[in-house]
Antibody, heavy 118, light 110 residues
Framework: DEQVLDSGGDLVQPGGSLRLSCAAS????????MTWVRQAPGRGLEWVSS???????YYADSVKGRFTISRDNSKSALYLQMNSLRGEDMAVYYC????????????WGQGTLVAVSS | QSVLTQPPSVSAAPGQKVSISCSGS????????VSWYQQFPGTAPKLLIY???KRPLGIPDRFSGSKSGTSATLAITGLQTGDEGDYYC???????????FGGGTKVAVL
């Protein structure tokens, strides 16, 4: 079965850093784009970042320059390094297989909570 | 305010049909495929429609997607109480070079 399992969420102070991880299994990880999506409490889904199969990266304006997406195909792992965290970054972060393009995001992690507060 | 615009809510009686619109522009829906997601409270979203009108394995044919110009529509026929939840459209935007989600639509079964 195809699975993605996200982790790493925590309580962090404003200005702090955190790294989220996503472990993929059951599919050829290197053959797919991967995406991070977040959802603030009581709000809708927000696309955060995607990384393509060749390593090209894309970011929402709200996180550009602060967040870095990366992938390790040898470990079937996806990461999101988050720096200079702000209150508005507080959300459940989901790792998802694919991109919002033709094939859609067809596997989602269970979500990991990032809380930003002093 | 989302670049992809959805109605906040739609509702209908059991067995009836609802349609959810997703309005975009020439840089996203106008030239790119649309995907649709279903989400229940406290759970991860689930892919319902990809490539504007295709259903993944296991998604009932009560769910269908279409696209015309810069708008897309998700239709749910034979509405069931288990369909109550939030529905989101998504597309890539070539100008922004970013992914986009609509603001979401809450489906209520009367």
């Amino acid at each position: 079965d195809e699975q993605v399992l996200d982790s790493g969420g925590d309580l962090v102070q404003p200005g702090g850093s955190l790294r989220l991880s996503c472990a993929a299994s059951g599919f050829s990880f290197r053959s797919y784009a991967m995406t991070w999506v977040r959802q603030a409490p009581g709000r809708g889904l927000e696309w955060v970042s995607s990384v393509g199969v060749t390593g090209n990266t894309y970011y929402a304006d709200s996180v550009k320059g602060r967040f870095t997406i990366s992938r390790d195909n040898s470990k079937s792992a996806l990461y999101l390094q988050m720096n200079s965290l702000r209150g508005e970054d507080m959300a459940v972060y989901y790792c998802a297989k694919g991109g919002v393009g033709e094939a859609g995001l067809d596997r989602w992690g269970q979500g990991t909570l990032v809380a930003v507060s002093s | 305010q989302s670049v992809l615009t959805q109605p906040p809510s739609v509702s209908a009686a059991p067995g009836q049909k609802v349609s959810i619109s997703c309005s975009g522009s020439s840089s996203n829906i106008g030239r790119r495929s649309v995907s649709w997601y279903q989400q229940f409270p406290g759970t991860a979203p689930k892919l319902l429609i990809y490539d504007s009108n295709k259903r993944p394995l296991g998604i009932p044919d009560r769910f269908s997607g279409s696209k015309s110009g810069t708008s897309a529509t998700l239709a749910i026929t034979g509405l069931q109480t288990g369909d109550e939840g939030d529905y989101y459209c998504a597309a890539w935007d070539d100008s922004l070079r970013a992914g986009l989600f609509g603001g979401g639509t809450k489906v209520a079964v009367l």
